[in-house]
C-alpha cells in the first residue's frame, strides 16, 4: 500500500504520514461502522484525500499539486486491486535502485522503503549512527526530488541493466550480512522472494533467490565456535535442508537454456552441486569457466582455479591463478599457498600464506591461516 | 522539469581530431541545441581565454585561467525541459563529448518561488 502512495505523489514522507493518518481512521472508524468490503482500496483511497488536503493546503508543494491534476482523471479507485498493487512496488524498487542515487543510498533507501526496516535498524547493520543514516536517506529522498529521478518500471531497452542494478544491491544486502548480521540476509530472501514473484519470466532474479538460499543453508555450519570450517569439512546435518530443496527446486524449474544463462543462474547452479554428498567437479569447474568467461572477472577466475584443482589436479589450478594480476586480493594469496602445498612446494606456500595472514581482515581467517603455516 | 547539461570536455579531445571530423562534432552540437526540448545553451572560447576573479585578503583578484584546476574542461551548457531524470539523461548522452571521453553532469535547475 505505501508503494502505492509513494508511486502516486512522488513523495515517500508525504505518502507515509498520509497512510499513517489513513491507518489510524481505520482504528477509529471500522470497530463501530464495520471492516469495508475491499479494505485496501479503502485505507488508499482514504489516505490519497488525506494527503491532497495537506497540499492543498502547502502552497510550497504547488507543483505536486498540478502533477496531479493531471493523473486525477485516472480512475483510481477502480486501479487499486491486487494487480496494480504489486506494479507500483515493482516501481519502488526500481526507484530506490536508480544509478543516479550512491550505492550506499540505494542500499539504504530499498532497506527502508521497501523492506521497511526502521532507520535505527538499518544503522545498526551497517554500523552507523542513527542520524547518519537519516541523513543519508534524507539526501536520497531530496536527490529522487529535485533530480526528478521517476517513479516507473524502466523501458525494455534498459531493462536488463537496470534490473542487474536491483540485484545488485539486493546481493550486497545479502553480502553484508552474510557473515555478521543475519537479519540482513533475511531481508535479501525476502526481497528476493519479492523480485522472483513480480518478475516471474526473468531467471536472474530467481537464480539469485535460489543462490541466497543455497549460501543461507549453510550458516549453521561455517563456524566452529571462532573458527572457519571449509566446505569439505562442514556438518551436512546443520545444513538447513528446506532451504537447499527450495533453492534446487528453483533451478530445476528454470529453462537452464546455455546461451542465456546468466551469473547468478550459474553460480545458484555451482552452489546446488556443492549440497551434493559426492561433488561432481568437473561439472563444478566446467560452471565456474563458464562463469568466468562470461563476467571476465579476475576473482572468479580464481575461484575457478579451486575447481579446477579438483577436476584436474593442482599444476593446472596454479597455472590459472598465476596468470591473474591481484597482488592485493587476500584470497590469491591464500588459493596459490594450498595449491603450492599440494605440489610439495613447502617454503613457496608458507610464503604465500604469510601474504595471505598479511591482508586477513577477520579473527576466524586469521586463526585459519596461522593453522595452516604452523602445520608445516 | 528543467535541467541544465554541463558539458566537460577530455583535454586534447578535439583536437585529436582531423579538421573534417571536428566539424562533424561542431555539426552535432549545434543540431542538439535545435532539438525541441533544448530551450537554451552556450558552447565556450576555449580555457586559455578565461579569466578567474576571486576575493584574497579582501582585495579583488584577477588572474590568467580558469576556476577548477581539473583534468577535464568545463566547455559550455545545454538548458533542457525534460520529463524527468531519465529523459534528460537520454539527451545527454548524445553530447560529443561524452563518447570523446569527456563528461556531462545533469543538475536540476532552480526555479523561482
Not at chain 1, 156 to 161: A, I, Y
Not at chain 1, 257 to 282: F, H, K, M, N
Not at chain 2, 70 to 92: H, M, Q
Request: charged content about 25%; aromatic content about 6%; some cysteine.
Amino acid at each position: 500500500m505505501l508503494a502505492a502512495l509513494i508511486s502516486y505523489f512522488g513523495d515517500f514522507d508525504l505518502a507515509e504520514e498520509a497512510a499513517a493518518e489513513a491507518f489510524a481512521t481505520a482504528a477509529q472508524r471500522w470497530p463501530s461502522d464495520g471492516v469495508p468490503d475491499n479494505p485496501a482500496a479503502w485505507l488508499v483511497t482514504t489516505a490519497r484525500h488525506r494527503a491532497i488536503d495537506r497540499l492543498r493546503r502547502d502552497r510550497v508543494l504547488a507543483g505536486k499539486l498540478r502533477l496531479l491534476a493531471a493523473t486525477e482523471t485516472t480512475h483510481w479507485d477502480d486501479d487499486v486491486d491486487d494487480t496494480a498493487i504489486p506494479d507500483e512496488r515493482l516501481e519502488l524498487i526500481f526507484t530506490c535502485c536508480h544509478p543516479a542515487l550512491a550505492t550506499e543510498a540505494q542500499v539504504a533507501l530499498t532497506l527502508r522503503a521497501v523492506a521497511g526496516l526502521t532507520n535505527d535498524e538499518i544503522a545498526r547493520a551497517f554500523l552507523v549512527s542513527g542520524e547518519t543514516m537519516k541523513r543519508r536517506l534524507t539526501r536520497a529522498k531530496t536527490k529522487i526530488s529535485t533530480a526528478g529521478i521517476p517513479f516507473s518500471v524502466p523501458p525494455p531497452d534498459v531493462l536488463p541493466e537496470r534490473l542487474a542494478a536491483v540485484l545488485a544491491v539486493v546481493y550486497l544486502i545479502f553480502n553484508e550480512g552474510y557473515d555478521r548480521a543475519p537479519e540482513l540476509a533475511a531481508e535479501a530472501i525476502r526481497l528476493g522472494r519479492v523480485l522472483a514473484a513480480l518478475l516471474r519470466d526473468e531467471s536472474e532474479v530467481s537464480g539469485l533467490l535460489a543462490l541466497m538460499l543455497l549460501h543461507e543453508a549453510r550458516r549453521a555450519a561455517r563456524f566452529d565456535g571462532q573458527d572457519l570450517v571449509l566446505l569439505q569439512d562442514q556438518d551436512r546435518s546443520k545444513w538447513s535442508w528446506p532451504d537447499i530443496e527450495e533453492g534446487r527446486a528453483i533451478l530445476d524449474r528454470l529453462d537452464l537454456d546455455r546461451s542465456s544463462t546468466g551469473p547468478y543462474v550459474i553460480q545458484a547452479a555451482i552452489a546446488a552441486l556443492q549440497t551434493e554428498e559426492r561433488l561432481d567437479w568437473p561439472r563444478i569447474s566446467a560452471l565456474y569457466t563458464a562463469l568466468a568467461d562470461l563476467t571476465g572477472s579476475p576473482v572468479i577466475r580464481l575461484n575457478s582455479a579451486v575447481a579446477i584443482a579438483e577436476a584436474d589436479g593442482p599444476a593446472v589450478a596454479l597455472a590459472v591463478v598465476d596468470r591473474l594480476d591481484l597482488p592485493d586480493y587476500q584470497y590469491w594469496h591464500s588459493t596459490r599457498a594450498e595449491l603450492l602445498r599440494r605440489l610439495g612446494r613447502a617454503d613457496e606456500a608458507r610464503a604465500a600464506y604469510r601474504e595471505a595472514l598479511a591482508r586477513a581482515r577477520t579473527e576466524p581467517e586469521r586463526r585459519f591461516l596461522e593453522g595452516r603455516i604452523a602445520n608445516f | 522539469m528543467q535541467y541544465a547539461l554541463l558539458i566537460y570536455h577530455m583535454p586534447g579531445a578535439l583536437e585529436a581530431l582531423s579538421a573534417e571530423e571536428r566539424e562533424k562534432v561542431s555539426q552535432e552540437y549545434w543540431a542538439l541545441r535545435g532539438e525541441p526540448e533544448v530551450t537554451g545553451g552556450v558552447a565556450l572560447h576555449p580555457v586559455e581565454t578565461a579569466t578567474t576573479v576571486r576575493n584574497q585578503d579582501g582585495k579583488t583578484l584577477v588572474t590568467d585561467g580558469p576556476f577548477a584546476d581539473t583534468k577535464e574542461i568545463f566547455g559550455g551548457f545545454y538548458l533542457l525541459e525534460a520529463e524527468n531524470l531519465d529523459e534528460a539523461t537520454k539527451i545527454a548522452a548524445r553530447v560529443p563529448a561524452v563518447r570523446l571521453g569527456g563528461s556531462v553532469e545533469i543538475r536540476p535547475v532552480r526555479t523561482r518561488p
